[in-house]
Structures are given as structure tokens and as C-alpha cells.
């Protein structure tokens, strides 16, 4: 029954865990909360100053914005996750194209003192395979939803001096679905044949800080910061199908507890000519906070009582090592304005991978190094009003095998990822009062 317990502890809470990830970014996040900042590769967020999005990114930005300004946008992404096992089974984990809404808005107090509001959703995914592929214990599918609430204020301390913070409170809401293993009874094998289906949510609370210098009237810099989440997720999971020889279904309560990364983001741009505008960016986020996960479940006779009634067995905790390590993301980009009223941009970026040890990655998580390659362009047709759109392509180029977990500390190579390919499409309003 020992080992039973470890197998299914560890089969919850790593699913629990994969839910919250996407493929935009390494591990949970996305970074497309500004279709003008995804069409240059996110190269010099929050500080260029031709969108809203700033008070997210760094809220010091926003003292490059007069007066009162909003911003809304959305972001489509679809993924194509095509695997091919060594038997010559072959599965997708692509779901409905999935949007990511953005809201900002902000506003001048004084000549030195900024508010503003960002409404985002910073993680999320939503990734399916087929019930009965073979890997199921794997990953059958998972969705995310989060809506993050982050106000800010910035001071403009000097001319090339700005400095800004503010607080979120964010919303989370999953799902999952896993295949079950052989659970191990005794001296007996039961083979389930089932899935398990896990729905959580939390509020969780965090808070960001950022500075921007300004040496040059035509070159600015920006170091900005955000505290990792710890996230508690409340929720019911669910086993059914085949477990054995009882032949059940039954949901019970638990929670999951995990941290989000703490991240640093650095920041440049320089606008060269009055028509061209180089930037840049290098983030850091340590997934590192990712390497240990609990799970935890109410003293309700659990899953253990499902697997054999005549036992009663009820897990309290248990603690996972996922041993993955902190990641950057490197990007350059470049704005062009071509007239008054037009600008088109460009960018590349290059993210590395955060898993460590590639036997423990998921088809929930089929993360590795990726390669962006971005796209955009901004209408202004008159002063008030600006129209932004933007394309991006994320390629992965790095690690992409799959294991299959023996659960006696032994994995087998049973196939591989032949794309981590995603696709974004985005459309964005700016209105300045």
C-alpha cells in the first residue's frame, strides 16, 4: 500500500502542477499581454512607450504616458504538439485555439506621479490528447484559466529617473485529466483502466516593482521584478473507470500547494534614427521555486479507501521533487516607422529549457528550448486612436523525448515530440484621452 500511495500522490499532484503551464513561455507563463510588445519578441517591454501595456511589464514606463490612456487587446494561440511513439502510435495535444485577453489603462495624477491598472492573464494553456492514447498516464488534457488584477503607481523622481510598483491579486481555475497506472494491492495487481480528473481554484497574491533610467533623451534602460505566487489550489478530483476488481468511481476534496517563479526582467531601447528603434530584453525566471510540489488530501478515507474498502488508508501529504532550474528568455527588436500613421516591427527571441531532468517531462508539460520568430505592425489614423496587430511563431528546437515512468525509479524512452510548434495571432485598440 506504500508504494500505491506514492504512485497516486505523485500522479495527482504532478497533474495539478502541469495545468498550470503554457506554451508560450517556459513552465506556467505567458508573456503576450501586449500585442505591440509580441510583435517585437517582447524586446524592450514596458519601457519604449508606445502602448499601455507598461503597467504591467514595468510600471515605471508609465510616466512615458501624458495624460489618460487605455488599452485593450487579445492574443489566439494555437498549438501544435504532434508525438510519435516507437510502436508507430502517433497522438496531438492540439485544443481549440485558445485567447488571451488583455485590459490596461492609465492615467497622469500630477507632472510626477502616475496611476494605472493592468487586467491580464499571465498563465494558462489548454492541451488535449485522445482518451485512449498510449501514454495516457502521461497527460490526457488540461485547461487554465487566470485573471490577474494588478494596480501600479509610478513617480518620476527626475528627468532620466522613474521608478513604480504595484500589487496582484489573481484568480486561478483548472482542470486535468490523466490517465491511471497498475496500482499494486498486496501481492496483487489491479489494473484500473480509468483516469483521474482533478478541478481546483485559488486566489493568490503577489507584487512587482520596476525602475527606468534614462541617460539619453533617445536611450532608456529598465530593470523591473515580480514575486513568485504560491498557489493553494481548493478542489475536488475525481477517479473513475476500471480500478480493478471494485470497478468504481468516486470524488473526493483535497488541495495542491506549488510556487510560481520569482522573475527579473532587464530591458534596453534605443531609438537611432527619428525612423528606427532597436531594443532588447533578457529575463530571468527562476523555476527553480517549481522543484518541490505537495499534495495534500482531506482525512476523508481518500483514494485508498476507493482502491480497497476493507483497508482504510488516507494520505496526509506528500512531497515530489520535479528538478527543473531557472530560465532565460533573450530577446531583439526593432520598430520601423514608416510614416505619421504607420510603424511595422520585427523581433527573434530565444528561450532555454527549464526542464533538468528530461525523463520527468509530462505531455501535460511538453516544455524545451524554443526559438520566437515575431511580427507586427500599428495604425494611427488619427491622434487618439491606435490599431495594433501582430504574428508570432514559437518553434521548439530543443529536448523532446518522451519517458514512460516505471514508478520503481526507472523510465524507458518510448517516443518523441516531433513538433512543440505554437502559433499566435494578435489584435489590439489604443485610445488616448
Same mark, same amino acid.
Given at each position: 500500500?506504500?508504494?500505491?500511495?506514492?504512485?497516486?500522490?505523485?500522479?495527482?499532484?504532478?497533474?495539478?502542477?502541469?495545468?498550470?503551464?503554457?506554451?508560450?513561455?517556459?513552465?506556467?507563463?505567458?508573456?503576450?499581454?501586449?500585442?505591440?510588445?509580441?510583435?517585437?519578441?517582447?524586446?524592450?517591454?514596458?519601457?519604449?512607450?508606445?502602448?499601455?501595456?507598461?503597467?504591467?511589464?514595468?510600471?515605471?514606463?508609465?510616466?512615458?504616458?501624458?495624460?489618460?490612456?487605455?488599452?485593450?487587446?487579445?492574443?489566439?494561440?494555437?498549438?501544435?504538439?504532434?508525438?510519435?511513439?516507437?510502436?508507430?502510435?502517433?497522438?496531438?495535444?492540439?485544443?481549440?485555439?485558445?485567447?488571451?485577453?488583455?485590459?490596461?489603462?492609465?492615467?497622469?495624477?500630477?507632472?510626477?506621479?502616475?496611476?494605472?491598472?493592468?487586467?491580464?492573464?499571465?498563465?494558462?494553456?489548454?492541451?488535449?490528447?485522445?482518451?485512449?492514447?498510449?501514454?495516457?498516464?502521461?497527460?490526457?488534457?488540461?485547461?487554465?484559466?487566470?485573471?490577474?488584477?494588478?494596480?501600479?503607481?509610478?513617480?518620476?523622481?527626475?528627468?532620466?529617473?522613474?521608478?513604480?510598483?504595484?500589487?496582484?491579486?489573481?484568480?486561478?481555475?483548472?482542470?486535468?485529466?490523466?490517465?491511471?497506472?497498475?496500482?499494486?494491492?498486496?501481492?496483487?495487481? *489491479?489494473?484500473?483502466?480509468?483516469?483521474?480528473? *482533478?478541478?481546483?481554484?485559488?486566489?493568490?497574491?503577489?507584487?512587482?516593482?520596476?525602475?527606468?533610467?534614462?541617460?539619453?533623451?533617445?536611450?532608456? +534602460?529598465?530593470?523591473?521584478?515580480?514575486?513568485?505566487?504560491?498557489?493553494?489550489?481548493?478542489?475536488?478530483?475525481?477517479?473513475?473507470?476500471?480500478?480493478?476488481?471494485?470497478?468504481?468511481?468516486?470524488?473526493?476534496?483535497?488541495?495542491?500547494?506549488?510556487?510560481?517563479?520569482?522573475?527579473?526582467?532587464?530591458?534596453?531601447?534605443?531609438?537611432?534614427?527619428?525612423?528606427?528603434?532597436?531594443?532588447?530584453?533578457?529575463?530571468?525566471?527562476?523555476?527553480?521555486?517549481?522543484?518541490?510540489?505537495?499534495?495534500?488530501?482531506?482525512?476523508?478515507?481518500?483514494?485508498?479507501?476507493?482502491?480497497?474498502?476493507?483497508?482504510?488508508?488516507?494520505?496526509?501529504?506528500?512531497?515530489?521533487?520535479?528538478?527543473?532550474?531557472?530560465?532565460?528568455?533573450?530577446?531583439?527588436?526593432?520598430?520601423?516607422?514608416?510614416?505619421?500613421?504607420?510603424?511595422?516591427?520585427?523581433?527573434?527571441?530565444?528561450?532555454?529549457?527549464?526542464?533538468?531532468?528530461?525523463?520527468?517531462?509530462?505531455?501535460?508539460?511538453?516544455?524545451?528550448?524554443?526559438?520566437?520568430?515575431?511580427?507586427?505592425?500599428?495604425?494611427?489614423?488619427?491622434?487618439?486612436?491606435?490599431?495594433?496587430?501582430? *504574428?508570432?511563431?514559437?518553434?521548439?528546437?530543443?529536448?523532446?523525448?518522451? *519517458?514512460?515512468?516505471?514508478?520503481?525509479?526507472?523510465?524507458?524512452?518510448?517516443?518523441? +515530440?516531433?513538433?512543440?510548434?505554437?502559433?499566435?495571432?494578435?489584435?489590439?485598440?489604443?485610445?488616448?484621452?
Amino acid at each position: 500500500m506504500k508504494t500505491s500511495k506514492k504512485l497516486l500522490a505523485g500522479l495527482m499532484f504532478s497533474s495539478l502542477a502541469a495545468v498550470s503551464t503554457s506554451a508560450m513561455a517556459a513552465g506556467f507563463q505567458l508573456t503576450e499581454q501586449s500585442v505591440v510588445s509580441m510583435g517585437r519578441s517582447h524586446a524592450g517591454a514596458g519601457i519604449v512607450g508606445d502602448d499601455v501595456s507598461a503597467v504591467w511589464y514595468n510600471p515605471a514606463g508609465m510616466t512615458l504616458l501624458p495624460g489618460t490612456q487605455f488599452q485593450i487587446s487579445s492574443t489566439v494561440v494555437d498549438l501544435d504538439i504532434d508525438y510519435k511513439g516507437f510502436d508507430g502510435t502517433t497522438e496531438n495535444g492540439r485544443d481549440k485555439p485558445a485567447p488571451i485577453p488583455a485590459f490596461f489603462v492609465s492615467h497622469q495624477l500630477t507632472d510626477n506621479l502616475w496611476a494605472g491598472l493592468a487586467i491580464t492573464s499571465p498563465y494558462g494553456m489548454k492541451i488535449r490528447y485522445g482518451s485512449d492514447w498510449t501514454e495516457r498516464e502521461r497527460g490526457i488534457s488540461g485547461s487554465i484559466m487566470t485573471v490577474d488584477i494588478n494596480p501600479n503607481i509610478a513617480w518620476k523622481a527626475t528627468e532620466w529617473f522613474s521608478i513604480g510598483a504595484g500589487v496582484s491579486a489573481m484568480y486561478t481555475h483548472s482542470k486535468i485529466k490523466n490517465g491511471l497506472p497498475i496500482v499494486p494491492v498486496g501481492n496483487k495487481g *489491479y489494473v484500473t483502466g480509468g483516469e483521474f480528473e *482533478y478541478k481546483g481554484s485559488d486566489w493568490m497574491f503577489t507584487y512587482n516593482a520596476g525602475i527606468m533610467l534614462s541617460p539619453l533623451e533617445t536611450l532608456r +534602460f529598465g530593470i523591473s521584478y515580480r514575486s513568485a505566487a504560491h498557489v493553494h489550489a481548493k478542489g475536488d478530483y475525481t477517479v473513475r473507470g476500471n480500478l480493478g476488481p471494485i470497478g468504481l468511481s468516486q470524488t473526493s476534496h483535497g488541495y495542491g500547494d506549488l510556487t510560481t517563479p520569482e522573475t527579473v526582467m532587464i530591458t534596453g531601447t534605443w531609438e537611432t534614427t527619428p525612423w528606427l528603434r532597436l531594443s532588447a530584453l533578457a529575463r530571468w525566471a527562476n523555476w527553480k521555486n517549481f522543484k518541490d510540489m505537495r499534495f495534500y488530501t482531506n482525512a476523508d478515507g481518500g483514494i485508498y479507501s476507493m482502491l480497497n474498502p476493507q483497508m482504510s488508508y488516507t494520505l496526509s501529504h506528500m512531497t515530489l521533487e520535479n528538478n527543473w532550474k531557472s530560465v532565460w528568455l533573450l530577446s531583439l527588436g526593432a520598430d520601423i516607422k514608416v510614416s505619421d500613421q504607420w510603424t511595422i516591427r520585427g523581433g527573434i527571441a530565444l528561450e532555454t529549457d527549464p526542464i533538468h531532468d528530461q525523463t520527468k517531462r509530462t505531455a501535460l508539460i511538453p516544455d524545451t528550448k524554443r526559438l520566437w520568430l515575431t511580427c507586427g505592425v500599428s495604425w494611427a489614423p488619427t491622434k487618439n486612436w491606435q490599431i495594433d496587430a501582430a *504574428y508570432g511563431h514559437i518553434r521548439g528546437i530543443g529536448h523532446r523525448k518522451l *519517458y514512460r515512468d516505471h514508478h520503481n525509479g526507472s523510465y524507458t524512452e518510448v517516443g518523441k +515530440f516531433e513538433k512543440m510548434n505554437a502559433w499566435m495571432g494578435g489584435l489590439q485598440v489604443q485610445y488616448k484621452f
